[in-house]
């Protein structure tokens, strides 16, 4: 992936964006969440950054992926990772299929108003008992006449209580779990749509995630996104984008633990010297940085092809495995170093630790990835044929 002054300007815009209107206020945010983001996301949709590669016809910039990656790398440089995750449903999960295979009318009602930031959208598909199996999801969506009638519950939904709108993933038939869904957009002001109040997790405290009831909830059809009981493929195809967009977020992330690291052990004495001057500690930081960088590379040579129109199924879920174990990796060895403090909740490189451990869960596990990888290496092992002879209770 070329790297361009373009690219290098909108990096600017955005890190200056970061650093002006996100990280004065991070602190507070954390505290008392969530972060105001009809507030902040209207900021963002003055300056054109919720829709860099969204189609211009509806307010969006027009660019290729690249700069989409370019984006996500710059919002890493947020002091918390609260914020560019709802950023990131905004503009990389929860629209990318809208504005793919959306109708015209559908996207002037919902996606143009998402890239000026005057709605926000959430993305809505995991479940209490299918979060990386999404083919096993329960919610239904029952066709009656010229409207679809949806019941169920959807679990761990950022953006969920301030949301506008969800992009939902519902099944429409009886068929199988693979050709059964259907996507739409579901207005979060319907009657039957319950929220439920905040969820408590171990980082992310910025954001907002909560699980979302449905009860009856009517929509008309032309809120279906693509063909009916397409939703899963496109699904799939909405992930490639989450994907590469998360791995992408880790990136800068990473750099500043290892940035902030290494200038606390310039400064922290340890018998007689300054600790970056162990070499244990020099060399780990070379190798973590080194470690960053092969996995920046993986991330562009998955977005250049996906620019391209290749098939990046398999990169763009190395590239999210990676990111995600090599989070974990870079923060928990530069914690070691700051000993005591690092063990502090306010610490910058704690609410990493706390933080980065999502990125091996959303968007599917670092075991979903491992299955598509081996899947698309053909070497997953063949599920055999169950027996008449087992017991139906046993199978």
């Known amino acids: 992936m070329e790297i361009t002054t373009e690219h290098e300007a909108l990096r600017r815009t955005v890190e200056e964006f970061v650093r002006n209107e996100i990280n004065p206020f991070v602190d ?54 609260g914020v560019p995750l709802a950023i990131g449903v905004q503009t990389d999960m929860a629209t990318p299929a809208l504005a793919r295979f959306g109708s015209d009318e559908l996207k002037k009602e919902f996606l143009a108003p998402a890239i000026s930031g005057d709605y926000i959208a959430s993305i809505a598909v995991s479940e209490p008992g299918a979060g990386s199996d999404v083919a096993g999801l329960k919610t239904r969506a029952e066709s009656r006449g010229d ?139 070379a190798e973590l940085q080194t470690d ?7 991330v562009y040579r998955a977005c250049d092809l996906y620019i391209k129109g290749k098939d990046v199924l398999q990169l763009a879920s190395m590239a999210k495995l990676k990111a995600g174990r090599l989070v974990r990796v870079v923060a928990d060895r530069c914690l070691q170093y700051w000993g005591g403090n690092g063990f502090m909740w306010d610490n910058p490189v704690s609410r990493q630790y706390r933080d980065g451990r999502l990125v091996s869960i959303g968007g599917g596990t670092d075991e979903i990835m491992l299955g598509i990888i081996c899947k698309t290496m053909g070497i997953l092992p063949r599920r055999k044929k169950s027996s008449n002879k087992v017991p139906e209770a046993a199978a």
């Open 28 to 81: 507070e945010w954390e505290q008392h969440p969530p972060f105001p983001a009809h507030e902040l996301f209207k900021k963002m949709g003055n300056l054109g950054l919720l829709g860099i590669s969204k189609p211009t016809e509806y307010g969006g910039m027009g660019l290729d992926y690249s700069y989409s990656v370019i984006a996500s790398e710059a919002l890493g440089t947020a002091h918390c990772g």
């Open 147 to 285: 409207e679809y009638v949806i019941n169920g519950t959807k679990m761990w939904i950022t953006n969920a209580t301030q949301a506008d709108f969800f992009c939902l993933l519902a099944n429409t038939s009886d068929g199988k779990p693979h050709f059964n869904k259907t996507l739409m957009v579901v207005p979060a002001n319907l009657p039957g749509i319950e929220i439920d109040k905040p969820l408590k997790k171990l980082g992310m405290h910025a954001s907002d995630t909560a699980q979302i009831y449905f009860d009856n909830v009517k929509i008309p059809k032309r809120f279906q996104i693509g063909m009916e009981n397409q939703g899963f493929m496109l699904q799939m195809l909405q992930f490639q984008e989450e994907r590469l967009w998360g791995a992408a977020n880790a990136l800068t992330g990473m750099e500043m633990c290892v940035n902030s690291t290494i200038e606390y052990c310039r400064d922290r004495q340890t018998f007689g010297q300054p600790l970056i001057d162990n070499q244990s500690v020099h060399f780990t930081m």
């Open 292 to 298: 960053i960088e092969a996995t920046r590379a993986l």
